[in-house]
């Protein structure tokens, strides 16, 4: 489905895709330190794998309502980091800029933490104790 926008100068009608809301609310949330990755699920990787390239909507979904939108998103976390924090940052981010770069109102923004990845690092670290 598109989002309809109303031009106030009259010039015509301004439609948005769902796909555009889903790429900018991906990026928007790839901002914050401590994502890892906007998980895309087993199509989407298949998807990639196939084609290679990568689908920067990956992991969002829209639903429009009568006068707003909502977004999900599915995300891998870094370990260590305090989740419900980064969440917090993600929500606030993902709305601001999908609302400056839209004009649209976004109702919510519901976050799914489906994976927790540990640094190279830190995995090294531990596997050699």
Known sequence: MNETLNNDANL???????????????????EINGIVEINQGVTGGITQMFTGKKNLAKGVKVAVEEDST????TIAVEYGIKIPEVVLQVQENVKKTVEAM???????VNVFVQNIVVPKTANQEITAE
């Open 12 to 30: 015509g009608i301004v439609k948005i895709s769902d796909e555009v809301v889903c790429v900018i609310a991906g990026i928007a949330a790839a």
């Open 102 to 108: 839209t004009g649209l109102t976004v109702a919510s």
């Open 70 to 73: 909502s977004i999900e998103l």
